[in-house]
């Protein structure tokens, strides 16, 4: 089974879902006709399965979707009243949906039909018509006397009530009467097609969660174990041990597994959809994908498929000018429309930006005004932010028509609802040079590795994704230490100027600033946009943790993110460095002076270009190094390579060049021998005179990097982080670690004096202290 | 809050509380709180319960009596309320006790503010009063925001 049929069938089962939920729903409606809430409920069900269908190019599912919600909204803001002719209408809308769906599950295609008559039938009473000669008569179906009598019968005693029952009944009948064409020859496979869609087994999360705890549970009982069996001789004993312990492991792996997948399953679709919209509108749209790797829990991946195809419909649709207005603006005539996905603060971030027209929010506002929903006074009061939120208001739209596509104002609506559903949140930043909607989604159960501190007498855990180093500052003579820079302790890190947050005092644990003659722990972290210092007692170790909510009580206190249970069973609880950083004052004061701009130079903000080297290695491709670090490039066949000691060297030359094969100090790099008629790319590096050569697999070309670019990974072995350079993640190598690792250490080279200075009280990141 | 029915019952000071059974009670000992920094100061912090991180709810603080001064003699009361697990932070737990409607009475007006605003009812018990806490706003009347 493929990836697309995979999705389908994720499909059919939602729709069997949505089908089983109408049901439920529409007999509710009969007996309370007046429950806007469950016509919201059966509003939203058909905008979900036409919003999935269109993802499919189901074609027929999507036009009675279409008419069948149209008249739902009218309902829904009031303009028509339930009667039973709209509830047989609807409920045959409903049936004629699901053997749609049925024929779609059979066949793995939309089958031909004509769906014409229940449209136009929808349509007649969306604009306020009544009695419409039934579809059951016109010339679109085949006789089917028995259906068409059963369903002239209300039409013609319209005034006697119908009991519920009844119209359940009499509509159910309905389809009968419409032609579906079912070849014959599909028949034969039906019972194999069906059992493939009833294949997966639907866990529910909470019984995932339930073992995810139990799993915990294990995990703290067999370290427990663990600590006798050191003690104990028994042979037999700690066998037994030792089994449970693998046991145990493989079991938490298999589990978390069960949970997490790579965004790419949703965002595969995507560009098919982007297609279809920008070809329907006319418009050239340009799909880009980074991060689809980004793994999230499965029931998020299914809570925000939804939401990410109404948030690219509005794009394509709303957002991105037709060609000509494009053109006009100065616009390139393509439009993009970029997803972006990421982890940040524990939260899976996804960015969906277009660079079209942005959110009119004057029209906007003028639509607010014109529902009634604000007064005009009022309206010239409100911030850009307070005018965004009126999109999420239900019904809310600017469109004056209402296309296929959106423009019903249910989008946004249904995106925060969902959003919201599974613990995130919405952002939305316009401009006229594009909008870019940031969803941030929590984590509930994933993993996430991250850094314990410890401060007064408990640990806390820094997600290690906010983490960029962490050192040991030691007050010397003549190297001056944290200082005071408009009333924020900075610390000089390499020159650059690093403000500071004292750990102990920002939980108001104490009172006292450390004296500024102590050494210092510094965890140095980035968050919302700036880098900084936390000065803790002690840094512990790094380990993964299963991030566990904090509960209601903390909501008023957002400088945790999360908890965990610790190996020993105690709870720690997880930092939001940003919040840490919004509620030190640190960003306030410096967006407040010329602290900001001082700053930025000293971080290295300029807007000057470096020439880099792009090459790959074999497990880990887009690595660059600074062109400068770059003698020559050599092919070198691996017949011309001696061997002395356990070195790897080649007559370069009248010197001898050492051969250093980057893939044995690159982290995530996959190592491979040489074998005799290779021929191998080599990177030659000049060190203290002499020849290094490093071994890649591939050398491509050489790119400017910005030297402002920002870092999004943290450090690992080999690679200093990661830049983006023209939408792709390269990652930068970090030439004198390389250089350390290699046994060439520079610090008996005095250019490097200096740096040797800092490295000293580096902790590196892979080190991991137990 | 049935008036009557099984009571899960502890002190504090010389108060004697009881929570309804029904809500699912369970109770522990002994456990190592990790305090939260920044926290509202009735939240003594988390602890961990088979996997599950609970919400201790420091009772003396919520009910706004002097701290505990005769040692960390502490035992809590768990309840589960909206999906999340609290307990309640009690000095000594007593037993299960059944009462009747025929004993209660409403909540004496010369209690403290604070916790009257907690209570439900009082049972007139033989040889003492049993305050009846309502749970829901033991939680909700928290006020989240200290700084």
């Known amino acids: 089974m493929d990836n697309n049929d995979q999705i389908l069938d994720e499909f059919l089962l939602e729709a069997q879902e949505i089908f089983d939920q109408l049901d439920l729903d529409f007999v509710a409606l009969e007996q309370n006709p007046d429950d806007k809430k469950l016509v919201g409920n059966i509003f939203r069900a058909m905008h979900t399965l036409k919003g999935s269908s269109g993802f499919f190019a189901f074609h027929r599912l999507e036009k009675v979707a279409h008419a069948g919600e149209s008249l739902l909204s009218k309902i829904r803001d009031g303009a028509l009243a339930l009667n039973e002719e709209i509830t047989d209408a609807l409920l045959g809308t409903s049936d004629r949906l699901r053997e749609i769906v049925a024929n779609i599950q059979k066949q793995r295609i939309e089958s031909a039909g004509d769906d014409t008559a229940l449209i136009e039938w929808l349509k007649f009473l969306t604009d306020g018509g009544k009695d419409f000669p039934r579809p059951g008569k016109d010339g679109n179906s085949p006789p089917a006397q028995l259906a068409a009598a059963v369903i002239e019968q209300p039409l013609n005693e319209p005034i006697e009530p119908i009991e519920p029952s009844m119209l359940a009944q009499e509509t159910r009948s309905l389809p009968i009467a419409d032609p579906i064409e079912v070849p014959e020859v599909k028949d034969a496979a039906e019972p194999e097609r069906s059992t493939e869609v009833a294949a997966p087994i639907k866990v529910s999360v909470e019984l995932l969660d339930k073992l995810m705890n139990l799993v915990s549970e294990m995990v703290l009982a067999r370290n427990r174990l663990l600590s006798f069996a050191r003690t104990s001789g028994d042979l037999a004993f700690n066998n037994t041990v030792r089994r449970i312990d693998t046991v145990t492991l493989e079991l938490q792996e298999r589990m978390m597994k069960t949970r997490m997948q790579p965004i790419s399953q949703v965002w595969t679709k995507f560009p098919r959809l982007v297609r279809d919209i920008a070809q329907d509108t006319g418009k050239k749209v340009d799909l880009i994908q980074i991060g689809a790797e980004t793994e999230l829990d499965r029931t998020l991946l299914e809570g925000i498929r939804d939401p990410l195809v109404h948030i690219i419909r509005n794009s394509v649709d709303h957002g991105i000018e037709s060609p000509e207005e494009r053109a006009a603006k100065g616009k390139p005539e393509q439009g993009t429309v970029k997803l972006r996905s990421f982890h940040e603060n524990g939260m899976v971030v996804i960015e969906i930006a277009d660079d079209g027209a942005g959110i009119n929010l004057p029209l906007v506002a003028k639509t607010a005004v014109a529902k009634g929903l604000v007064t005009a006074e009022r309206v010239a009061k409100l911030t850009e932010r307070e005018i965004i939120d009126f999109i999420y208001l239900p019904g809310f739209s600017t469109k004056d028509q209402i296309t296929n596509l959106s423009g019903r104002g249910v989008g946004m609506d249904v995106v925060r609802t969902n959003i919201q559903e599974i613990g995130g949140n919405v952002d939305i930043a316009t401009s006229s040079q594009g909008t870019r909607l940031r969803l941030s989604i929590p984590l509930t159960l994933a993993i996430m590795p991250a850094v314990f501190v410890r401060c007064k007498e408990y640990s806390y855990a820094i997600p290690q994704v906010n983490v960029f180093e962490m050192l040991r500052y030691e007050p010397k003579e003549g190297v001056p230490g944290v200082e005071d820079f408009y009333g924020v302790s900075v610390f000089r890190l390499r020159d650059k100027l690093i403000p500071l947050v004292f750990l102990n005092h920002e939980l108001k644990l104490d009172d006292q600033l450390p004296p500024v003659d102590q050494p210092l722990n510094i965890v140095i972290v980035q968050a919302a946009g700036i880098r900084f210092g936390i000065v803790v007692d002690e840094v512990l170790y790094m380990q993964e943790v299963v991030v566990k909510s904090v509960g209601p009580l903390l909501k008023g206190t957002p400088v945790y993110s999360g908890s965990t249970i610790l190996g020993d069973g105690r709870v720690a609880l997880i930092f939001d460095i940003a919040a840490i950083a919004v509620r030190s004052g640190i960003i306030a004061k410096l967006a407040d002076n010329q602290f900001e701009q001082d700053i930025a130079a000293a971080i290295g903000a300029n807007t000057d270009e470096q020439q880099m080297l792009l090459f790959d290695l074999l497990g880990i491709e887009r690595i660059v190094m600074p062109l400068d670090a770059v003698d020559r490039l050599e092919m070198i066949a691996a017949s011309r390579i001696d061997r002395r000691g356990n070195e790897a060297v080649v007559l370069y030359g009248n010197k001898i060049m050492k051969l250093i094969p980057l893939t044995h100090y690159v982290e995530g790099a996959t190592h491979k021998s040489l074998y005799g008629d290779e021929t191998v790319p080599v990177i030659v590096h000049y060190h203290k005179g002499q020849p290094i050569g490093f071994i890649v697999k591939k050398v491509h070309n050489i790119v400017n990097v910005p030297t402002q670019a920002v870092m999004i990974t943290q450090p690992q072995r080999g690679i200093m982080g990661s830049v983006i350079v023209n939408d792709s993640v390269m990652s930068i190598l970090n030439v004198q670690e390389i250089l350390s690792l290699s046994g060439m250490g520079h610090f008996d080279d005095p250019a490097f004096a200096h740096d040797a200075e800092d490295i000293r009280g580096v902790i590196s990141m892979d080190q991991e202290i137990k | ?147």
Do not use: C
Not at chain 2, 23 to 44: D, H, R, S, Y
Not at chain 2, 77 to 99: E, H, K, P
Not at chain 2, 133 to 140: A, N, P, R, Y
């Open chain 2, 1 to 147: 809050m049935s008036r009557s029915g099984s009571y899960a019952t502890f002190y504090i000071g010389n108060l004697f509380f009881g929570i309804p059974i029904a809500i699912g009670v369970e109770v522990t000992k002994g456990q190592e709180v990790t305090p939260v920094p920044l926290g509202p100061k009735e939240v003594a912090g988390f602890f961990n319960l088979r996997g599950h991180i609970v919400t201790a709810i420091d009772m003396r603080v919520r009910l706004g009596l002097p701290a505990n001064t005769e040692g960390p003699d502490v035992v809590s009361i768990f309840f589960q309320d909206q999906d999340a697990l609290f307990a309640l932070m009690v000095d000594r737990v007593g037993d299960f006790t059944q009462v009747t409607e025929a004993t209660f009475e409403e909540t004496p007006s010369n209690l403290d503010s604070n916790a009257r605003e907690l209570i439900v009812g009082v049972h007139k018990l033989a040889d003492k009063l049993l305050l009846i806490l309502d749970t829901q706003k033991i939680v909700s009347g928290i006020n989240l925001v200290q700084h």
